[in-house]
């Protein structure tokens, strides 16, 4: 296949890209600084253009089959009102372009769009949320229901519509990992809050399975949860981090209100969480390679 991909220069399009590139599809990137997305992504054309205006780069997107949008500004900054702005905009106008390109006659296409778990809002008890649960009515749920609403609108030209809505993202060389570990091996890890919120993670060599299959399953549309089977409490994370990398835990875990002090209402995305299952996936056969945590980080870390 032909993949357009806007966000490719970050921690998950990065690996998403190379490997779909290794799978032998042609990728290609859209990028505000081709110069320096072409040294980190040699495995790609890149196209130069800015994915919250219209521009010439529409014109590359109908040659294509399908595309992968993973733009957005990072979520983990004080969330001021331009912060706000910024993370809600950098997706819903990426969205609405790339939809628009995405419309044009010809081809049919698949768009395999990004979303968070994010969208379910927190949730402090044990509900097992599968794709047909409510959105919450937090930030982070608005932006993921217009970010998915947006993109939804390709469905009007007969595009086939995944809204992947990612747990947590455990990788090398990036991701919460890049922030967790450090700690944890200076001996300065531990549970966040209560430790009892669920924490809904995903193993990034599975997310790019999921992405593979989503490109190539036609009965496949609408919300995908993209986390593992067996979402864990942030003490238990805790715990199998620690092992994982031989360290003790020595200090307590950190009070909800320093992390409300220093986080400000980004703070209820670490203190609170959901419990969040890949219905959809499972029911479609799909088989993850790291359903367990303890799993995933031996591979990752161990």
């Given at each position: 296949?032909?993949?357009?991909?806007?966000?490719?220069?970050?921690?998950?399009?990065?690996?998403?890209?190379?490997?779909?590139?290794?799978?032998?599809?042609?990728?290609?990137?859209?990028?505000?600084?081709a110069s320096k997305a072409k040294q980190i992504l040699p495995w790609a054309e890149v196209i130069e253009g800015n994915p919250q205006n219209a521009g010439d780069?529409?014109?590359?997107?109908?040659?294509?089959?399908?595309?992968?949008?993973?733009?957005?500004?990072?979520?983990?900054?004080?969330?001021?009102?331009?912060?706000?702005?910024?993370?809600?905009?950098?997706?819903?106008?990426?969205?609405?372009?790339?939809?628009?390109?995405?419309?044009?006659?010809?081809?049919?296409?698949?768009?395999?769009?990004?979303?968070?778990?994010?969208?379910?809002?927190?949730?402090?008890?044990?509900?097992?949320?599968?794709?047909?649960?409510?959105?919450?009515?937090?930030?982070?749920?608005?932006?993921?229901?217009?970010?998915?609403?947006?993109?939804?609108?390709?469905?009007?030209?007969?595009?086939?519509?995944?809204?992947?809505?990612?747990?947590?993202?455990?990788?090398?060389?990036?991701?919460?990992?890049?922030?967790?570990?450090?700690?944890?091996?200076?001996?300065?890890?531990?549970?966040?809050?209560?430790?009892?919120?669920?924490?809904?993670?995903?193993?990034?060599?599975?997310?790019?399975?999921?992405?593979?299959?989503?490109?190539?399953?036609?009965?496949?549309?609408?919300?995908?949860?993209?986390?593992?089977?067996?979402?864990?409490?942030?003490?238990?994370?805790?715990?199998?981090?620690?092992?994982?990398?031989?360290?003790?835990?020595?200090?307590?875990?950190?009070?909800?209100?320093?992390?409300?002090?220093?986080?400000?209402?980004?703070?209820?995305?670490?203190?609170?969480?959901?419990?969040?299952?890949?219905?959809?996936?499972?029911?479609?056969?799909?088989?993850?390679?790291?359903?367990?945590?303890?799993?995933?980080?031996?591979?990752?870390?161990?």
């Amino acid at each position: 296949m032909k993949i357009f991909v806007t966000g490719g220069t970050g921690f998950v399009g990065k690996f998403v890209t190379r490997r779909l590139s290794e799978a032998g599809h042609e990728i290609l990137v859209l990028s505000r600084s081709a110069s320096k997305a072409k040294q980190i992504l040699p495995w790609a054309e890149v196209i130069e253009g800015n994915p919250q205006n219209a521009g010439d780069w529409q014109r590359r997107v109908p040659e294509c089959d399908g595309a992968i949008n993973l733009a957005g500004t990072s979520i983990f900054t004080l969330w001021t009102e331009s912060a706000r702005k910024s993370i809600l905009d950098s997706r819903i106008l990426t969205t609405r372009n790339l939809v628009d390109a995405l419309s044009a006659p010809g081809k049919q296409r698949v768009l395999v769009n990004g979303s968070a778990v994010g969208y379910y809002g927190s949730r402090l008890d044990d509900e097992v949320l599968g794709e047909e649960a409510p959105a919450g009515s937090e930030f982070m749920s608005e932006v993921c229901l217009r970010w998915e609403e947006e993109a939804r609108r390709a469905t009007d030209a007969g595009v086939r519509v995944a809204l992947c809505r990612f747990g947590i993202v455990l990788g090398k060389n990036g991701g919460a990992l890049s922030m967790m570990v450090p700690a944890f091996r200076f001996l300065l890890g531990g549970a966040l809050g209560s430790g009892r919120q669920w924490m809904s993670w995903i193993h990034i060599e599975d997310l790019f399975e999921i992405f593979s299959f989503l490109l190539g399953e036609p009965a496949l549309s609408g919300p995908i949860n993209c986390t593992a089977p067996n979402p864990v409490r942030n003490a238990e994370f805790a715990k199998v981090l620690s092992q994982t990398l031989n360290r003790p835990i020595l200090l307590p875990g950190m009070p909800s209100f320093l992390l409300n002090m220093a986080l400000g209402e980004f703070a209820n995305v670490v203190v609170k969480g959901q419990r969040v299952i890949p219905k959809t996936l499972l029911e479609s056969g799909f088989s993850f390679r790291f359903p367990t945590l303890r799993q995933a980080l031996e591979d990752l870390i161990g």
